[in-house]
């Protein structure tokens, strides 16, 4: 194993002007006597694996806290960030791939001044939540009740997710002093080993596909489901597949909603095959998630656009039995479709406005999996987002607990600097950890036991969830707990 | 997160023999007038360095004997800034030089280091075990290096500082004060360490019914998460005793004490009044 070679001006804050002079005339000695194997290694406080939201907002936390923003920060993301860099489309059109915001995590962007870089007109609030069971009926209503409009009145904020990491990437890139290592994978991950300058044996030593050699005093993995900084920690994953995919696209409605532009609605039903959700963006504009079994999203993937839309329309309003002969069909679900809706009882302003349009190329599907790491901690290593959990799509939280991860992370850290505690040390990272497993593991196990309750036709089981829909529509103080939740300003559930 | 709770572990008539000599009574002044004319060359008890000699191993282990300490470690800065706070003229925001007597593993020593207010830390203990032991527990942080030094020497060993330069800003004595013998003698022996205007700050125990309970009785005792033997209930020191010993002598002031109570589940919490009961600090600063 080759000895790292300590570059004085990594050492970053901790060394004074002084002492790094005296270091460089060490390093000259040292350098002449091992010219024959220059090391490359940099020795960094925060190496973060993963350039996704969780990740670039890590960076936007540390970077604007004047505590820790004198840390050494490396982030390897192994895309070309240009794509997000560059992120531009005409009012007209959505990225596919969107996420719903909640109050709390767009309180915590604007914290760390991530918000203002966000690409406002392309962001869509939302007030109302229409959720409803397809096999009975039963619906339930989450509005923003009046005494709360005066906070805004909002429910959750639909973005695409370029968008956001767009005005991440730009806050990091404004505020500076981030390594950003793109477009290089990370080939792999061992300890570091106990050299003259230092012992290194308990710190990351990250190898990526150029031979470049960073050395961690913190390791952050928020490399995503398949995280190799959780495979390095030895940490495991547990959860299983759901065997459901999510087709997601964007849509274009006969106009901007029932409630106008200023007061969008959020569409959800409940179908035994999984949910389907239409969420509202600006404009005319919609974007579909919809959890269904692997052959019937292959089946909506290859529709032609006007046999997709008659379906997506299907989708709230006709029938389960309906819905389950449409599938059958090869194509020519549009004139089937306007054909069973002139049978079919709904209120027209119950369910979304008509889907008259798909975009090009929005239609895209993707698994849909329960990942829960064992421990979000290790020696020098801390899990974010999704290389923490995985989770359902069904309540739009997924990047909202990436958030919370980071808030409570970005925390911990802060407080380590300011009190001379090494940051990567695993007792160090204690409180992270503490802060988030438990509130994650209990949405998580919510929003798994509501996909199984929903995903069945049993008449028995049908009776009950709509008792309990029912009752829940009803008492106002519990619908409030619910929707408290839903937007991230919930009380603490533990 | 709480500590690893053992096993309550039967206690024997001898253990509850030996316990129960060391059970309150009647204790003096610990700043009581010692006979001077046997003024010892160190003020380190031989058996107070072979005990935690022997803690060594476990010195850094985030689930060992120690544990207690790394949790309350964040709270000594918290005083220290606390008492750097109280000054009328604000502190420096750099290049602050700390002397951390009694240093053991280097708990403490470490963090100060890391500080970016911090110059340079000397921190020195008579254990050599120990020291070896915080030694190599820093080479793991290679941003310590050049601002931590190590000195196994008690502070008599310590070469008095010839000018204001060689002086500390902070002097600190954690959990040190209780394992002295002659606790007045040695806070003379600190004082010209520290430079006028700096700051003598230390954390010892209460000599209450209550420390002999927490900390003999439970904590070495029932529950054993302190070595048996690591602490000597008679030479804990209260604060007004402290205030008494600084007040007779001139040339310090503004005294500052906080109580802390160790919460299970919580860490270690401020609670006024504690001081008088338990854990506590302890700060005062040098006349300028």
């Given at each position: 194993?080759?000895?790292?070679?300590?570059?004085?001006?990594?050492?970053?804050?901790?060394?004074?002007?002084?002492?790094?002079?005296?270091?460089?005339?060490?390093?000259?000695?040292?350098?002449?006597?091992?010219?024959?194997?220059?090391?490359?290694?940099?020795?960094?406080?925060?190496?973060?694996?993963?350039?996704?939201?969780?990740?670039?907002?890590?960076?936007?936390?540390?970077?604007?806290?004047?505590?820790?923003?004198?840390?050494?920060?490396?982030?390897?993301?192994?895309?070309?960030?240009?794509?997000?860099?560059?992120?531009?489309?005409?009012?007209?059109?959505?990225?596919?791939?969107?996420?719903?915001?909640?109050?709390?995590?767009?309180?915590?962007?604007?914290?760390?001044?991530?918000?203002?870089?966000?690409?406002?007109?392309?962001?869509?609030?939302?007030?109302?939540?229409?959720?409803?069971?397809?096999?009975?009926?039963?619906?339930?209503?989450?509005?923003?009740?009046?005494?709360?409009?005066?906070?805004?009145?909002?429910?959750?904020?639909?973005?695409?997710?370029?968008?956001?990491?767009?005005?991440?990437?730009?806050?990091?890139?404004?505020?500076?002093?981030?390594?950003?290592?793109?477009?290089?994978?990370?080939?792999?991950?061992?300890?570091?080993?106990?050299?003259?300058?230092?012992?290194?044996?308990?710190?990351?030593?990250?190898?990526?596909?150029?031979?470049?050699?960073?050395?961690?005093?913190?390791?952050?993995?928020?490399?995503?489901?398949?995280?190799?900084?959780?495979?390095?920690?030895?940490?495991?994953?547990?959860?299983?597949?759901?065997?459901?995919?999510?087709?997601?696209?964007?849509?274009?409605?006969?106009?901007?909603?029932?409630?106008?532009?200023?007061?969008?609605?959020?569409?959800?039903?409940?179908?035994?095959?999984?949910?389907?959700?239409?969420?509202?963006?600006?404009?005319?504009?919609?974007?579909?998630?919809?959890?269904?079994?692997?052959?019937?999203?292959?089946?909506?993937?290859?529709?032609?656009?006007?046999?997709?839309?008659?379906?997506?329309?299907?989708?709230?309003?006709?029938?389960?039995?309906?819905?389950?002969?449409?599938?059958?069909?090869?194509?020519?679900?549009?004139?089937?479709?306007?054909?069973?809706?002139?049978?079919?009882?709904?209120?027209?302003?119950?369910?979304?406005?008509?889907?008259?349009?798909?975009?090009?190329?929005?239609?895209?599907?993707?698994?849909?999996?329960?990942?829960?790491?064992?421990?979000?901690?290790?020696?020098?290593?801390?899990?974010?987002?999704?290389?923490?959990?995985?989770?359902?799509?069904?309540?739009?939280?997924?990047?909202?607990?990436?958030?919370?991860?980071?808030?409570?992370?970005?925390?911990?850290?802060?407080?380590?600097?300011?009190?001379?505690?090494?940051?990567?040390?695993?007792?160090?990272?204690?409180?992270?950890?503490?802060?988030?497993?438990?509130?994650?593991?209990?949405?998580?196990?919510?929003?798994?036991k509501l996909h199984k309750l929903y995903a069945t036709e049993n008449p028995g089981v049908v009776g009950i969830r709509s008792l309990g829909l029912r009752a829940v529509n009803r008492l106002d103080g519990v619908k409030g707990f619910f929707m408290r939740q839903a937007s991230g300003t919930g009380e603490k559930l533990l | 997160m709480a500590p690893p709770i053992a096993p309550i572990r039967p206690t024997s008539l001898r253990n509850l023999n030996l316990l129960l000599r060391t059970a309150p009574r009647f204790v003096q002044n610990q700043f009581r007038n010692h006979n001077t004319s046997t003024s010892s060359t160190s003020s380190v008890n031989p058996t107070e360095v072979s005990h935690f000699n022997a803690l060594a191993s476990t010195w850094w282990d985030p689930h060992g004997s120690s544990r207690l300490l790394h949790l309350m470690n964040p709270l000594r800065h918290d005083f220290i800034r606390g008492c750097h706070a109280s000054q009328p003229e604000p502190v420096a925001k750099e290049g602050l030089h700390y002397l951390d007597i009694g240093c053991g593993g280097g708990i403490f020593a470490e963090s100060a280091a890391r500080l970016g207010s911090t110059g340079s830390v000397t921190a020195i203990d008579p254990s050599p075990e120990i020291l070896a032991v915080a030694k190599s527990h820093a080479r793991q942080d290679p941003a310590l290096a050049s601002r931590l030094r190590y000195l196994n020497t008690s502070i008599e060993g310590l070469p008095k500082p010839a000018s204001l330069g060689g002086q500390y800003d902070i002097l600190s004595l954690f959990e040190v004060i209780e394992h002295i013998t002659h606790p007045a003698e040695f806070l003379d022996q600190c004082t010209p360490f520290v430079r006028p205007g700096g700051w003598l700050i230390m954390s010892t125990i209460a000599r209450t019914w209550t420390s002999w309970i927490t900390t003999k009785l439970v904590a070495e005792d029932i529950v054993g998460i302190v070595p048996r033997g690591t602490h000597d209930w008679e030479k804990y020191i209260n604060e007004d005793e402290l205030k008494g010993h600084f007040s007779k002598k001139s040339g310090w002031n503004s005294p500052r004490v906080v109580g802390v109570v160790y919460v299970p589940g919580l860490g270690w919490k401020e609670v006024d009044g504690s001081e008088k009961v338990g854990n506590y600090f302890f700060g005062i600063r040098r006349d300028e």
């Amino acid at each position: 194993m080759k000895s790292p070679n300590l570059r004085p001006r990594n050492l970053g804050e901790y060394v004074c002007s002084n002492c790094t002079r005296q270091l460089r005339r060490q390093r000259r000695t040292y350098a002449t006597t091992t010219l024959a194997s220059p090391s490359n290694l940099d020795i960094y406080d925060i190496v973060c694996v993963g350039g996704g939201p969780a990740g670039l907002s890590l960076l936007a936390a540390l970077r604007s806290n004047p505590l820790t923003s004198r840390l050494r920060i490396a982030l390897i993301e192994s895309q070309s960030l240009s794509p997000t860099r560059t992120f531009s489309l005409p009012s007209t059109q959505f990225s596919n791939r969107c996420s719903s915001l909640t109050p709390s995590s767009v309180r915590f962007l604007k914290d760390i001044g991530a918000w203002q870089h966000v690409q406002r007109e392309r962001v869509q609030p939302y007030s109302e939540m229409r959720v409803w069971d397809g096999v009975s009926g039963t619906s339930i209503d989450f509005a923003v009740p009046e005494q709360e409009m005066g906070v805004g009145g909002v429910v959750a904020y639909m973005n695409e997710n370029l968008n956001l990491t767009q005005g991440l990437l730009r806050r990091v890139e404004e505020l500076g002093g981030v390594e950003v290592i793109e477009g290089e994978t990370v080939e792999n991950i061992r300890l570091g080993s106990d050299t003259t300058n230092g012992d290194f044996s308990s710190w990351p030593v990250l190898r990526t596909n150029s031979g470049r050699e960073l050395a961690a005093r913190l390791l952050v993995g928020a490399d995503g489901g398949n995280s190799p900084v959780r495979a390095f920690a030895g940490i495991e994953s547990r959860g299983w597949d759901y065997e459901r995919f999510g087709v997601v696209a964007t849509l274009k409605m006969e106009g901007e909603g029932w409630g106008g532009n200023a007061r969008k609605i959020a569409y959800q039903r409940f179908l035994p095959t999984g949910p389907v959700a239409c969420l509202p963006m600006p404009g005319n504009h919609c974007t579909l998630v919809w959890s269904t079994t692997p052959e019937l999203a292959q089946k909506l993937k290859s529709l032609s656009p006007t046999d997709f839309v008659a379906l997506v329309n299907a989708a709230f309003r006709l029938g389960v039995t309906d819905l389950k002969y449409l599938h059958t069909l090869e194509s020519g679900q549009e004139e089937e479709v306007s054909w069973r809706e002139q049978h079919t009882p709904f209120s027209a302003e119950q369910v979304p406005q008509k889907v008259v349009g798909v975009q090009e190329g929005s239609v895209a599907m993707f698994p849909l999996k329960f990942r829960h790491a064992d421990t979000y901690i290790g020696q020098r290593v801390a899990l974010i987002g999704d290389a923490a959990h995985t989770t359902h799509p069904l309540a739009g939280q997924g990047l909202n607990q990436g958030q919370g991860d980071v808030e409570a992370l970005a925390n911990t850290v802060s407080y380590s600097v300011e009190h001379g505690m090494d940051i990567g040390v695993r007792m160090n990272l204690e409180s992270y950890e503490s802060e988030r497993y438990a509130k994650n593991h209990l949405l998580m196990g919510v929003v798994d036991k509501l996909h199984k309750l929903y995903a069945t036709e049993n008449p028995g089981v049908v009776g009950i969830r709509s008792l309990g829909l029912r009752a829940v529509n009803r008492l106002d103080g519990v619908k409030g707990f619910f929707m408290r939740q839903a937007s991230g300003t919930g009380e603490k559930l533990l | 997160m709480a500590p690893p709770i053992a096993p309550i572990r039967p206690t024997s008539l001898r253990n509850l023999n030996l316990l129960l000599r060391t059970a309150p009574r009647f204790v003096q002044n610990q700043f009581r007038n010692h006979n001077t004319s046997t003024s010892s060359t160190s003020s380190v008890n031989p058996t107070e360095v072979s005990h935690f000699n022997a803690l060594a191993s476990t010195w850094w282990d985030p689930h060992g004997s120690s544990r207690l300490l790394h949790l309350m470690n964040p709270l000594r800065h918290d005083f220290i800034r606390g008492c750097h706070a109280s000054q009328p003229e604000p502190v420096a925001k750099e290049g602050l030089h700390y002397l951390d007597i009694g240093c053991g593993g280097g708990i403490f020593a470490e963090s100060a280091a890391r500080l970016g207010s911090t110059g340079s830390v000397t921190a020195i203990d008579p254990s050599p075990e120990i020291l070896a032991v915080a030694k190599s527990h820093a080479r793991q942080d290679p941003a310590l290096a050049s601002r931590l030094r190590y000195l196994n020497t008690s502070i008599e060993g310590l070469p008095k500082p010839a000018s204001l330069g060689g002086q500390y800003d902070i002097l600190s004595l954690f959990e040190v004060i209780e394992h002295i013998t002659h606790p007045a003698e040695f806070l003379d022996q600190c004082t010209p360490f520290v430079r006028p205007g700096g700051w003598l700050i230390m954390s010892t125990i209460a000599r209450t019914w209550t420390s002999w309970i927490t900390t003999k009785l439970v904590a070495e005792d029932i529950v054993g998460i302190v070595p048996r033997g690591t602490h000597d209930w008679e030479k804990y020191i209260n604060e007004d005793e402290l205030k008494g010993h600084f007040s007779k002598k001139s040339g310090w002031n503004s005294p500052r004490v906080v109580g802390v109570v160790y919460v299970p589940g919580l860490g270690w919490k401020e609670v006024d009044g504690s001081e008088k009961v338990g854990n506590y600090f302890f700060g005062i600063r040098r006349d300028e």
